[in-house]
Every structure is written in structure tokens, then in C-alpha cells.
């Protein structure tokens, strides 16, 4: 006699239920042996990697090129204003290399407060992630402009420096006290000046101020003068612990400014060749998901051993949250958007982002023992940009779209478990409960007769 039992009654059942396994590789343990310890995306995060250069556009602040003394014309790449955007009032002069007086020739921005509205110098630090480790190494000097006056230069002037995510930095540069020939003020440059935080967010933004007294900044025409950015990070260790479906959300930036994922999509889908697709190489990984329990677990109560084929029904999902225009997950249409294949060409991968199939597996179950089929989904996750393809000449407007996808893998194979074990106390009870029989017909005081 042979009786079977859902999952929900076995006491075997309670691993944990993720997205079920696809795919035509088959890994078939016929001994019932513990889950392989690679199953499970469930690995400890491993050590963070060395320092590591970052790109900081136009660091000296020599673009756009400009001729004569100074300029208010914005620095490329670096934002100037009271928010995050990309602003158009003048909130920094630039001075030539030659009045700027720096050691190695370079261009300097001198921060302002005109009409003492707080403006700032921002740029986001391309390519550092969220929890890095990042250290900014520049050099300060005080003002060289001819509209300071001595008093506002003897004590040095004051600045406030931050990496989002770290600290407001109050900073003071060395004092100047030399007018040259040119009217303009010597410099006092310290070079090597560093700044250390952890990254509160992907792309952080930097920031210097001026705090230069109202008294003494003569309308925003004497600040203090900054040049020759450096960025390093050690970045994260890969967190191998988040689930497919509690991914990161997506982060759409245009320049320095955050935007709104849509329409950064909305942009890159515009032509197949708008954006590039880029993984993050060293957090992108395949990796098995948790075993579940697929279908019934079969309890065998009769004196042999059971040779039996049972279909087992897998089917896998993709992950992610990007609108449903780009094709891909969290829509996982499939559609051949633009987006799509930015994505294939960038990544080598043509995954099917929604798939389920059927297939046959011979269970062999022996007396007294209780058999189910567990699941593998082998699995892709991708973390990476898609960045516009032309850049602009300033970088303030460029496209930038980081996003996190998570679909079958194309490189490994779905693995398929019968386990077997003993029967349970509960399970032993069942198996020897009485035949169900129905009464004789005729009563069970009378005899058989002939007929019934």
C-alpha cells in the first residue's frame, strides 16, 4: 500500500521557498546526501580589495579652457549652486595657472557666497559604491584675488569640505600676507590636504564651501582656492547575502544630479547604440539559490521497494525594477527593446527572463522510507551602468543608469535532489492504521448468502 503527502505535512519541508529552478541540466543525487554547500548565495562577504584610483573629471579645473586672468565660467564636470543640480549662476571664479600661483602650474577654483546665498562646488565621485572607503587628497590656498584685503587674509579663510556620508569638514588655509606687483595676492598653497569617509550613497557627492565671514568675502569676490582633486576608494566587499527578490533599487543620475530611473530609461532606449551597458565584474556572480521542496513527498507503507517516474514542474523568474519600456526585469517581458539589447551586447548574456518546463525523474524509494525532490535554480546576477554612449563635452549632461538584475543563469546548470529518509514517528502511525474497509453489505450479523 502506498500514500503520499503534500509538503505542507512533512516535517522535511522547511527550507527556505525562493524563486523555483529552470533549465535542461539535471544534477540527480540518488542517495539523499545534505544540500552542496555552493547551493546557497548565502556566502560570508569576503575582504574588501586594495585602494583603488577613482576618476574625478576635470580635477585641476582647467575645462573649458579660458584666456585672461580668471573666469566665472563653471568648471566642466563640477556643479555650482545651493542643491545638487547642474547650476548656471556663476558660483566659482576660476584663476589662471599663473596667478594661481600653484606648484605644478595648475588651474584653481575659488569658492564664492554671492549675496551670501551658501553656494557650493559639487561633483559625484563616478564609481565609488555605497559603504567604500574613500580618501580625497587636494590642495588649498588662500585667495589671489586683488578684492581681498589684508585682514581678510592674515588668519587664512575657512571652508567646509564633505563626502556624503562622512562628516562636514571645517577647514582653515595658511594665511597670506604679500601683495605682489600684479596687485594680486602670493599664494600660500598646502599641498596634500586629505578628507576620509565612507560612502553614504553610490556615486557620492563631494563638496567644498566657502564660510568666508560676510565682512570679509567683498561680495563673493575673496575665497579660498582649491585644486588638483584625487580620489581613492577601497571598496566594498560583494554582498552575497541579499535576496533576488530585496535587490538594490535602481539609480538614475544626469551629471551630478539624481533623476528619476524612467527617464533615464526613456533616453537610453531611444536608439540601440544611446546607452552601453557595463557590468560591475567583481559584483556580478553566478550562484545556486536555496533548495525548495518541489511537489508531494511520497511515504512508501508497502513491503517493497518502489521504482516509480514522477514529473517534476520547475519554472524561474528574473528580478529587478526597471520600467516596463526597457524589456527588461522587473517587466520581464522579453522584449527586443533597445535596452534589451544593450544589455546582451555589454553582458555576452541572452537569458529568458520568465521560463517553466517539465521533466521526468525515476524515483526509487525502499520500505519504511519517505522520498521528495528538491530544486536548485541556478542563477545570474548583474550588477552594472548603462552610460550614454556620445558624451557630452561637459559632463554634467550625460546620461548614468545603475541598476541590479537578477535572472536563470546561462552558465550553470538547475540541480535536482530525490531525497530519501526514514519515516517519521507521525508517518510510522499512518502507515500501520487499519485498511479502510467498507461493512458487508448485508449486515455484520448475517451470513454471506449467494448473493450480495
Same mark, same amino acid.
Not at 2 to 17: D, M, N, V, W, Y
Not at 101 to 110: I, N, R, S, W
Not at 260 to 288: I, L, P, Q
Given at each position: 500500500?502506498? =500514500?503520499?503527502?503534500?509538503?505542507?505535512?512533512? !516535517?522535511?519541508?522547511?527550507?527556505?521557498?525562493?524563486?523555483?529552478?529552470?533549465g535542461?541540466?539535471?544534477?540527480?543525487?540518488?542517495?539523499?546526501?545534505?544540500?552542496?554547500?555552493?547551493? $546557497?548565495?548565502?556566502?560570508?562577504? #569576503?575582504?574588501?580589495?586594495?585602494?583603488?584610483?577613482?576618476?574625478?573629471?576635470?580635477?585641476? %579645473?582647467?575645462?573649458?579652457?579660458?584666456?585672461?586672468?580668471?573666469?566665472?565660467?563653471?568648471?566642466?564636470?563640477?556643479?555650482?549652486?545651493?542643491?545638487?543640480?547642474?547650476?548656471?549662476?556663476?558660483?566659482?571664479?576660476?584663476?589662471?595657472?599663473?596667478?594661481?600661483?600653484?606648484?605644478?602650474?595648475?588651474?584653481?577654483?575659488?569658492?564664492?557666497?554671492?549675496?551670501?546665498?551658501?553656494?557650493?562646488?559639487?561633483?559625484?565621485?563616478?564609481?565609488?559604491?555605497?559603504?567604500?572607503?574613500?580618501?580625497?587628497?587636494?590642495?588649498?590656498?588662500?585667495?589671489?584675488?586683488?578684492?581681498? =584685503?589684508?585682514?581678510?587674509?592674515?588668519?587664512?579663510?575657512?571652508y567646509?569640505?564633505?563626502? *556624503?556620508?562622512?562628516?562636514?569638514?571645517?577647514?582653515?588655509?595658511?594665511p597670506?600676507? *604679500?601683495?605682489?606687483?600684479?596687485n594680486?595676492?602670493?599664494?600660500?598653497?598646502?599641498?596634500?590636504?586629505?578628507?576620509?569617509?565612507?560612502?553614504?550613497?553610490?556615486e557620492?557627492?563631494?563638496t567644498?564651501v566657502?564660510?568666508?565671514a560676510?565682512?570679509?568675502?567683498?561680495?563673493?569676490?575673496?575665497?579660498?582656492?582649491?585644486?588638483?582633486?584625487?580620489?581613492?576608494? *577601497?571598496?566594498?566587499?560583494?554582498?552575497k547575502?541579499?535576496?533576488?527578490?530585496?535587490?538594490p533599487?535602481?539609480?538614475?543620475?544626469?551629471?551630478?544630479?539624481?533623476?528619476?530611473?524612467?527617464?533615464?530609461?526613456?533616453?537610453?532606449?531611444?536608439?540601440?547604440?544611446?546607452?552601453? %551597458?557595463?557590468?560591475?565584474?567583481d559584483? $556580478?556572480?553566478?550562484?545556486?539559490?536555496? !533548495?525548495?521542496?518541489?511537489? *508531494?513527498?511520497?511515504?512508501?507503507?508497502?513491503?517493497? =521497494?518502489?521504482?516509480?517516474?514522477?514529473p517534476?514542474?520547475?519554472?524561474?523568474?528574473?528580478?529587478?525594477?526597471?520600467?516596463t519600456?526597457?524589456?527588461?526585469?522587473?517587466?520581464?517581458?522579453?522584449?527586443?527593446?533597445?535596452?534589451?539589447?544593450?544589455?546582451t551586447?555589454?553582458?555576452?548574456?541572452?537569458p529568458a527572463?520568465?521560463?517553466?518546463?517539465?521533466?521526468?525523474?525515476?524515483?526509487?524509494?525502499?520500505?519504511?522510507?519517505?522520498?521528495?525532490?528538491?530544486?536548485?535554480?541556478?542563477?545570474?546576477?548583474?550588477?552594472?551602468?548603462?552610460? #550614454?554612449?556620445?558624451? !557630452?563635452?561637459?559632463?554634467?549632461?550625460?546620461?548614468?543608469?545603475?541598476?541590479?538584475?537578477?535572472?536563470p $543563469?546561462?552558465?550553470?546548470?538547475?540541480?535536482?535532489?530525490?531525497?530519501?529518509?526514514?519515516?517519521?514517528?507521525?508517518?510510522?502511525?499512518?502507515?500501520?492504521?487499519?485498511?479502510?474497509?467498507?461493512?458487508?453489505?448485508?449486515?455484520?450479523?448475517?451470513?454471506?448468502?449467494?448473493?450480495?
Amino acid at each position: 500500500m502506498e =500514500t503520499r503527502q503534500s509538503p505542507a505535512g512533512s !516535517a522535511r519541508t522547511t527550507l527556505t521557498r525562493t524563486a523555483p529552478a529552470i533549465g535542461l541540466g539535471l544534477c540527480l543525487g540518488l542517495l539523499g546526501g545534505a544540500t552542496d554547500a555552493q547551493a $546557497s548565495a548565502a556566502v560570508p562577504p #569576503a575582504r574588501a580589495a586594495a585602494p583603488a584610483p577613482v576618476t574625478v573629471l576635470n580635477a585641476d %579645473f582647467a575645462e573649458p579652457a579660458f584666456t585672461g586672468v580668471n573666469t566665472s565660467a563653471n568648471p566642466h564636470a563640477w556643479s555650482v549652486g545651493s542643491t545638487s543640480g547642474t547650476g548656471t549662476t556663476g558660483g566659482v571664479w576660476r584663476w589662471n595657472a599663473a596667478t594661481a600661483g600653484h606648484p605644478d602650474g595648475l588651474t584653481a577654483a575659488m569658492l564664492r557666497l554671492p549675496g551670501e546665498a551658501s553656494y557650493g562646488l559639487k561633483q559625484r565621485l563616478r564609481g565609488v559604491r555605497s559603504g567604500a572607503r574613500v580618501t580625497v587628497t587636494y590642495d588649498e590656498s588662500p585667495s589671489v584675488s586683488n578684492y581681498c =584685503t589684508a585682514a581678510a587674509l592674515e588668519q587664512g579663510q575657512t571652508y567646509t569640505v564633505q563626502g *556624503e556620508g562622512g562628516p562636514l569638514t571645517d577647514r582653515t588655509t595658511l594665511p597670506t600676507t *604679500e601683495k605682489l606687483p600684479s596687485n594680486y595676492w602670493k599664494p600660500a598653497w598646502r599641498t596634500g590636504v586629505t578628507l576620509a569617509f565612507t560612502a553614504g550613497a553610490n556615486e557620492p557627492l563631494l563638496t567644498f564651501v566657502s564660510t568666508v565671514a560676510a565682512a570679509q568675502n567683498n561680495n563673493g569676490y575673496c575665497g579660498p582656492l582649491v585644486t588638483n582633486v584625487r580620489v581613492t576608494q *577601497e571598496p566594498p566587499p560583494v554582498d552575497k547575502t541579499i535576496p533576488a527578490g530585496a535587490l538594490p533599487a535602481s539609480e538614475a543620475f544626469y551629471g551630478n544630479d539624481r533623476r528619476n530611473a524612467a527617464d533615464a530609461v526613456s533616453y537610453c532606449n531611444g536608439a540601440v547604440n544611446r546607452c552601453t %551597458f557595463t557590468a560591475e565584474a567583481d559584483y $556580478s556572480f553566478s550562484y545556486y539559490a536555496p !533548495a525548495r521542496v518541489a511537489a *508531494e513527498t511520497y511515504l512508501n507503507c508497502t513491503r517493497n =521497494t518502489l521504482n516509480r517516474t514522477r514529473p517534476v514542474a520547475t519554472a524561474n523568474r528574473s528580478y529587478g525594477d526597471l520600467p516596463t519600456a526597457a524589456g527588461l526585469p522587473g517587466s520581464g517581458t522579453g522584449a527586443p527593446t533597445n535596452m534589451a539589447q544593450q544589455y546582451t551586447q555589454g553582458t555576452g548574456l541572452a537569458p529568458a527572463w520568465n521560463t517553466a518546463q517539465e521533466r521526468p525523474v525515476t524515483e526509487i524509494v525502499q520500505p519504511a522510507e519517505a522520498s521528495w525532490i528538491e530544486t536548485q535554480a541556478a542563477r545570474r546576477r548583474t550588477e552594472g551602468w548603462f552610460d #550614454a554612449t556620445t558624451k !557630452a563635452t561637459d559632463p554634467n549632461y550625460d546620461w548614468r543608469l545603475h541598476t541590479v538584475i537578477d535572472h536563470p $543563469s546561462t552558465d550553470l546548470s538547475d540541480r535536482i535532489y530525490q531525497r530519501t529518509g526514514p519515516l517519521t514517528a507521525s508517518e510510522k502511525l499512518r502507515c500501520q492504521s487499519d485498511r479502510p474497509n467498507a461493512p458487508t453489505p448485508v449486515g455484520a450479523n448475517d451470513p454471506a448468502g449467494a448473493e450480495r
